[in-house]
């Protein structure tokens, strides 16, 4: 089995590896080298950082529409292209080159949360369970036929890196079965009910700012939704302030003491009154300081009374 990969983060990695020990990878495709740092020195991807270890051919172009690209991949004869997280929409030309087609991995029950940042958006929205899909590229985002899925239960404390790490090792090995099912002609894919279709967008800093008039649950999955990038924040005394770590005190949605954003503490617990009950801040980070816990935020700013986060 002749295998071209797609992908640009760690995740994608982690398919890799997975992949390698059971077929042979033709080439990868990766996002060019990004900027990283006070220096700016352009950083490869660690997709692209594995194929340099092992001497696979890598490209990392700018669009993919390009003749002389798609020739190159076409040249290679893959049975099927494998895409997880690399970042660019596949154009017809290049997914339609192996003769298995081009299979892509999804941290989402599809069709619901099609687009950037399923898992942010399905933690954002309170959900209990996630998914992971195994689809079919076609032309349109996140909307090709279905091969493989598996759901995946939630806890109220996960992170999206929690998730994440809960979803990328099955999915792996859905990578893997839909591969070999695929080549012996043993599953037959799935249309999607496009009717069903939920769209989710793109994540930004202004995103992630808490809007405290929000119920202390509805802030909570802000919290752990974007942990750990762009992290939740607030403003404190003109500074911005990240919010990493929360959590929902008991009978919390009965409970209301101030205005939103007022601050509420005892000598070891900071609490911040919402629009509906209170939320406990665990950890949090003051612009230009390190991650701290509640006891050094009250230990180190003295928190008079009636003070807001913003």
Not at 114 to 136: C, D, K, M, S
Not at 153 to 163: C, E, G, K, M
Request: charged share 20%; aromatic share 8%; net charge neutral.
């Amino acid at each position: 089995m002749n295998i071209g990969f797609f992908g640009t983060p760690d995740i994608a990695l982690y398919c890799l590896d997975y992949l390698l020990k059971q077929y042979d990878i033709a080439f990868v495709v990766t996002n060019p080298d990004k900027p990283k740092g006070r220096s700016k020195y352009p950083v490869p991807s660690p997709v692209k950082e594995k194929a340099g270890v092992l001497g696979i051919p890598c490209f990392q172009p700018l669009t993919l529409k390009d003749d002389a690209l798609i020739q190159t991949l076409k040249d290679f004869h893959c049975d099927i292209f494998v895409v997880v997280a690399y970042g660019k929409l596949i154009p017809r030309d290049v997914f339609l080159l192996p003769p298995l087609g081009t299979i892509n991995l999804h941290p989402s029950l599809l069709p619901k949360y099609r687009g950037a940042a399923p898992v942010q958006w399905a933690l954002y929205n309170g959900e209990h369970e996630i998914g992971i899909t195994v689809q079919l590229i076609n032309e349109q985002l996140d909307a090709g036929d279905i091969v493989m899925q598996k759901t995946i239960p939630v806890d109220l404390h996960d992170t999206s890196a929690d998730v994440y790490e809960k979803v990328i090792p099955p999915g792996a090995e859905m990578l893997a079965e839909s591969i070999d099912c695929l080549f012996k002609g043993t599953i037959a894919p799935k249309p999607q009910d496009h009717a069903l279709a939920t769209y989710c967008g793109k994540i930004t800093t202004e995103t992630a700012h808490i809007n405290w008039e929000m119920s202390s649950l509805q802030i909570h999955n802000m919290v752990r939704a974007f942990n750990p990038k762009p992290v939740a924040w607030t403003m404190f005394r003109e500074k911005l302030i990240k919010i990493w770590k929360t959590d929902l005190p008991d009978n919390s949605s009965e409970k209301m003491i101030g205005q939103p954003g007022t601050l509420v503490h005892t000598s070891k617990r900071l609490f911040v009154c919402t629009g509906r009950g209170m939320i406990e801040v665990i950890l949090m980070q003051p612009e230009t300081k390190k991650p701290m816990d509640a006891i050094a935020f009250l230990n180190g700013y003295r928190l008079q009374d009636g003070e807001r986060f913003i």
